[in-house]
């Protein structure tokens, strides 16, 4: 993941890059800014844990306890390593208002950006969008060979290279590829 980010070239453009390989500080690397984390309690992730089971998976349910400790450690640490840096957390709590969350990330997204210039409309903006839908479709395929499906249309980002321009074209992973 991270070496798509790289081959992104962003320095100079605030990039959104999401995934649980990241760690605080790590964004220097690459990114003219400082980052946003998403942070779940232990009760969200308990609750996530016990949705996947199936009914009946007692040794599974002992283990929820143990990867939920580990969850916790790990959200700690995050939490920690980010306000240290100077970057902005996000509570995911429990019962999740997503409007909420989403007010909270676009707030602090903005306020990230709001020195930074945009890409230019044209070549510049086309080509990102090509390069953003490539790494969504390779992340894609990655989790289908993982889990054995084939997942549902996604939307990728158009390409027409016009600023603001919001259209999506969903696609299959093999459709996807088909017109690549």
């Keep these: 993941m991270m070496g798509d980010v790289r081959a992104a070239q962003v320095p100079g453009v605030p ?4 995934g649980p390989q990241l760690r605080p ?8 800014i400082d980052s946003i984390w998403l942070i779940t309690t232990a009760e969200r992730t308990r609750t996530a844990r016990l949705k996947r089971l199936v ?18 450690l790990i959200g700690a640490r995050l939490r920690a390593a980010a306000l240290d840096a100077g970057s902005a957390v996000v509570e995911v709590p429990t019962d999740v208002d997503w409007d909420c969350v989403l007010a909270a990330v676009r707030e602090a997204v903005n306020t990230a950006t709001a020195s930074f210039g945009r890409l230019r409309p044209g070549r510049e903006l086309s080509s990102r969008r090509r390069h953003e839908n490539a790494v969504v479709y390779r992340q894609i ?14 939307p990728y980002a158009c390409v ?12 299959t992973s093999a459709e996807f590829e088909a017109c690549a």
Aim: glycine fraction near 8%; hydrophobic fraction near 40%; charged fraction near 25%.
């Design 141 to 154: 395929v990655a989790h289908e060979r993982h889990i054995g499906a084939t997942l549902p249309a996604f």
């Design 15 to 18: 990039t959104l890059v999401e």
């Design 55 to 72: 009914a009946g998976e007692d040794a599974a349910r002992l283990r929820v306890e143990a990867l939920v400790e580990r969850d916790q």
């Design 25 to 32: 500080g790590a964004e220097a690397t690459w990114s003219p």
């Design 160 to 171: 027409c290279g016009r600023s603001g321009c919001t259209d999506t074209t969903p696609a």
